[in-house]
T-cell receptor, first 113, second 117 residues
Framework: AQSVSQHNHHVILSEAASLELGCNYSYGGTVNLFWYVQYPGQHLQLLLKYFSGDPLVKGIKGFEAEFIKSKFSFNLRKPSVQWSDTAEYFCAVTVNRDDKIIFGKGTRLHILP | NAGVTQTPKFRILKIGQSMTLQCAQDMNHNYMYWYRQDPGMGLKLIYYSVGAGITDKGEVPNGYNVSRSTTEDFPLRLELAAPSQTSVYFC????????????????FGNGTRLTVT
């Protein structure tokens, strides 16, 4: 069955620390990959997306992610986090132009001021 | 431009009651989805639709029904509410080709918080 794994359920960092959130998927076909963010009390918003081409994808608010096909991974990174990055982050994937978008369980990020 | 509109925002149901969660989009998106979000579980796909008259099960369809009589509307029906259906429900829509759309492949509504007691 299709699945998306996010390794970290809860991450606590201080401001200016570097961030890396893990995401792995379990399919061998062509994938489309996404990272979404959900700020407290809001709906999900897209951070970045990968369809093809350069495996290093840059998104909004200084976030980036790298698609490593051999590792089935799409980890999210940010060099220096801010207090306003406190939110829940979701990795998502579609496979072989499938119609379904499957989400991981999310990583709750808490930034200490 | 309203985007994806969900109603109601909040609802409390008693066990065994029924209700319909409404979802409407004005972007002429063919694809629509219903997700539920539970703490620590992420978003689980309940049902989705690739166009009017076409629906399909997602990851957790049991206890729910959907219909898609028009492109704009995709209501989610709970026939016999159970405490396990206490959750936040998100409706979303997209173009058939996820590469379309300058911003986000998926456009989400603001959610419906449902409590079943």
């Amino acid at each position: 069955a299709q699945s998306v794994s996010q390794h970290n359920h809860h991450v606590i960092l201080s401001e200016a620390a570097s961030l890396e959130l893990g995401c792995n998927y379990s399919y061998g076909g062509t994938v489309n990959l996404f990272w979404y963010v959900q700020y407290p009390g809001q709906h999900l918003q897209l951070l970045l997306k990968y369809f093809s081409g350069d495996p290093l994808v840059k998104g909004i608010k200084g976030f980036e992610a790298e698609f490593i096909k051999s590792k089935f991974s799409f980890n999210l990174r940010k060099p220096s986090v801010q207090w306003s990055d406190t939110a829940e982050y979701f990795c998502a994937v579609t496979v072989n132009r499938d119609d379904k978008i499957i989400f991981g369980k999310g990583t709750r990020l808490h930034i200490l001021p | 431009n309203a985007g994806v509109t969900q109603t109601p925002k909040f609802r409390i149901l008693k066990i065994g009651q029924s209700m319909t969660l409404q979802c409407a989009q004005d972007m002429n998106h063919n694809y629509m989805y219903w997700y539920r979000q539970d703490p620590g579980m992420g978003l689980k796909l309940i049902y989705y639709s690739v166009g009017a008259g076409i629906t399909d099960k997602g990851e957790v369809p049991n206890g729910y029904n959907v219909s898609r009589s028009t492109t704009e509307d995709f209501p989610l029906r709970l026939e016999l509410a159970a405490p396990s259906q206490t959750s936040v429900y998100f409706c979303a829509s997209s173009y058939p080709d996820l590469r379309q759309g300058a911003d986000s492949p998926l456009h989400f509504g603001n959610g419906t918080r449902l409590t079943v007691t």
